[in-house]
């Protein structure tokens, strides 16, 4: 399900409402997936606090968000543009493919909630695809 | 067996009681046939579903819609008088059997309506957004967590007779 044109526009135009507020986003998509989804939680044993909002899951958040920033950015060419993501994400994290799902249905639960007016059935197709792209992008080194 | 806390009940009857199904259904179709184009399959009968502005306008999409919140009835004589939201009230209200009272449902589903399980997710998924715009932030992570286990259970008890 390859983007078109008309897709890229509007997760560009997404984006721009999207990106100053992309730690909080951040922050309560990651708590969103860890309480809803506690099988996620198998992958941050290491953190000392799983809680929503605690310090360690506002900073992965951040980081999470900042690696979509790079997606928005490489829109044209995500397999080439998430290499070192890939690669970082088959080789050393190894996180199952089936959670980039679960993360991106709780990032499109967080924009529908903080952009309900912008988050037109347009832009939840584009966004949707989107992630779905991100994804597979990111699972491309894996085997 | 399901077992519910009562805050999760609270929960979930809350979300019922504040959610304007004439409103709420037109939107819930609109973005699953957009959003998920492929399940216009199933709607051959509805006209006009070439566009996303056909789809909006579409007055049988918008129809379609309410049930799911409103109950699902078992009697239904042709697809019209079915609704995705209608269906769900009539879980809430039977939280503690969702597995029976589906039963009959679930066979519909299967047999006479011929509908790819992997489709209830991709509903769900559309009415979970449509919840989050009309809360914004009253959609709090525990009253996701609430609605999304209600959504499985449902789903799981619609799939059930599938074979």
Known sequence: ?143 | MVVWTDQERAFIQDIFSKLNYEDAGPELYCRVLIVYPWTQRYFGGFGNLYSAEAIKSNPMVAAHGIVVLHGLDKAMKNMDDITVLKGLEKALKNMDNIKNTFTALSELHSEKLQVDPGNFQLLGDCLTVVLARRMTTDFTPDIQAAWQKFLSVVISALTRQYY
């Not at chain 1, 409402?17 to 997936?33: F, H, Q, T, V, W």
């Not at chain 1, 890939?86 to 499109?108: G, M, T, Y």
């Open chain 1, 1 to 143: 399900m390859s983007l078109s044109a008309k897709d890229k526009a509007a997760v560009k135009a997404l984006w721009a409402k999207i990106s100053p507020k992309a730690e909080d986003i951040g922050n309560e998509a990651l708590s969103r997936m860890l309480l809803v989804y506690p099988q996620t939680k198998t992958y941050f044993s290491h953190w000392s606090d799983l809680r929503p909002g605690s310090a360690p899951v506002r900073k992965h958040g951040k980081k999470v968000l900042g690696g979509l920033g790079l997606a928005v950015e490489k829109i044209d060419d995500l397999f080439g543009g998430l290499l070192t993501l890939s690669e970082l994400h088959a080789f050393q994290l190894r996180v199952d493919p089936a959670n980039f799902k679960i993360l991106a249905h709780n990032i499109l639960v967080v924009l529908s909630m903080l952009f309900p007016d912008d988050f037109t059935p347009e832009a939840h197709l584009a966004m949707d695809k989107f992630l779905a792209r991100v994804a597979l992008a990111l699972s491309d080194k894996y085997r």
